[in-house]
């Protein structure tokens, strides 16, 4: 699968630092880490999945103290009789979530074209740290269970986090130009992987004073990051006198950064230039439609690879400590720390196979090829035995060959799709096209669960 156009070699590294100003790095780290502390509260859910269990389950709590009656009575706050219906409905509370995230995505990229990226991310920051702390938190403190209301949270919560990734993805594409594209986007991708160590890092912390104090201090600093974003992002250089992305005339070096990776070898050379997010109501084009995004040069192939990665990708997101803490016996805490290490594999290997890409100038190759080692690293970690340090070396290996390609398709890859010369006219297409490639893999792995 390779994408449409010719390629041209450029002073990637050049480009990039000689356009890099403060605001560059404050709107790369506001974006990073305001995605960071959504997956954050998103990997709440799967550190805690066995403390939910047992509350949910009282049998599995008392199972060494005398058996209280009438059974019903004692039992009557508790949804399931056993450890195995909660942990099927854990699996649907998941499913639940993928789903209408997924339709959340492709409406929010839409919304993200066409509002203030600004307002809307802090907007879907703030809103779902509520709905995160209604669940896990205030439910418990008020003894209060209840299956529809789980699953009506849950939905709501997929269709406000959603907001996150088109926004932050689109504003970024309006900062960072071609110029080490792979290398920049590789590097900022890592903020998933970042948000679910630290989500992993503070439920391990507080879990030991009850699982909902886990979901209290992610939704708190969730919370507080909404209010950041909301007074310090900027979307657009526009927004601080800076020239857009392309508008430099004066520089040739920044006219061939500047041009995407799908471009036309045919077209005019005047043309090229353009930006994502133009704040400038004056001449400000109309946002591309979501059936024009569709039918955009590969983003459709993009989107259904991208859905049999994040299958894999968020079935080890989702479980992967349920899954250590019940096969080899180990403490959730332990399990929730040993966790971490498949996702610094897929830091350094979204860096990595980003900036390889950029040396290459072809994303395709290096994707294929990370694929094919991780069928063989996934076979190794099937078979792992019961040792911390053998699982998390397979685990980071893992996570290296699956969360390198799957960080690079969902933001380098979004960002190539979202400028390419076929909607330079119509330039607001970048979150559009995220939503759509995202949205599709999020389709995926709900099916997955």
């Known amino acids: 699968m390779a994408l449409p156009g010719s390629l041209r070699r450029q002073p990637a590294n050049r480009g990039l630092v000689s356009h890099c100003t403060h605001h560059h790095i404050v709107v790369f780290l506001l974006t990073f880490f305001s995605y960071s502390l959504l997956h954050a509260s998103r990997k709440t859910f799967s550190n805690v999945k066995v403390s939910i269990s047992s509350q949910w389950t009282p049998s599995c709590l008392n199972s060494t103290a005398p058996e209280l009656r009438p059974y019903e009575l004692w039992n009557s706050s508790h949804l399931f009789p056993n450890a195995e219906e909660a942990t099927l409905f854990l699996g649907t509370l998941d499913t639940i979530f993928l789903f209408s995230y997924a339709v959340g995505l492709f409406v929010s990229g839409i919304v993200g074209d066409r509002l203030n990226l600004r307002w809307v991310l802090s907007f879907g920051m703030c809103s779902s740290a509520l709905v995160v702390f209604f669940f896990g938190t205030l439910t418990e403190w008020l003894h209060f269970y209840n299956k529809w209301f789980y699953c009506c949270l849950w939905v709501v919560n997929g269709l406000l986090q959603s907001t996150g990734w088109p926004c932050v993805v689109a504003v970024m594409g309006n900062w960072f130009g071609k110029a080490g594209r792979g290398f920049v986007f590789g590097l900022w991708s890592a903020c998933a992987s970042v948000g679910n160590i630290l ?133 959730e805490a332990e399990a929730d720390q040993l966790s971490i290490w498949y996702d610094v594999g897929g830091i350094i290997g979204g860096t990595i196979q980003g900036l390889i890409s950029d040396v290459l100038q072809k994303r395709a190759p290096v994707l294929a090829i990370s694929l094919l080692f991780a069928v063989g690293s996934l076979f190794g970690y099937s078979r792992s035995p019961n040792s911390k340090p053998i699982n998390a070396v397979i685990m980071a290996i893992t996570g290296f060959f699956i969360g390198g390609p799957s960080n690079m398709i969902s933001s380098a890859i979004s960002a190539d799709l979202g400028r390419q010369e076929l909607v330079k006219g119509s330039s607001e297409a970048l979150a559009t096209v995220t939503g759509i490639v995202d949205g599709t893999g999020s389709i995926g792995a709900a099916v997955g669960q």
């Open 199 to 331: 989500g992993a890092f503070l439920a391990s912390c507080v879990l030991r004073y009850g699982y909902e104090y886990a979901f209290l201090v992610t939704a708190s600093v969730q919370f507080a990051g909404g209010l950041i974003v909301f007074f310090g992002l900027l979307t657009s250089p526009k927004e601080v006198g800076l020239p857009e992305l392309g508008a430099d005339e004066d520089e040739s070096v920044e006219e061939d950064a500047n041009r995407p990776l799908m471009g036309d070898d045919d077209a005019d050379d005047d043309d090229r230039n353009y930006s994502i997010q133009a704040t400038d109501t004056d001449n400000q084009p109309k946002a591309i439609g979501f059936f024009q995004a569709c039918c955009l040069p590969g983003v459709v192939l993009y989107s259904l690879a991208y859905a049999c990665l994040k299958l894999v990708n968020y079935s080890f997101f989702f479980w992967l400590p349920f899954y250590l803490s019940n096969n080899f016996g180990w403490k």
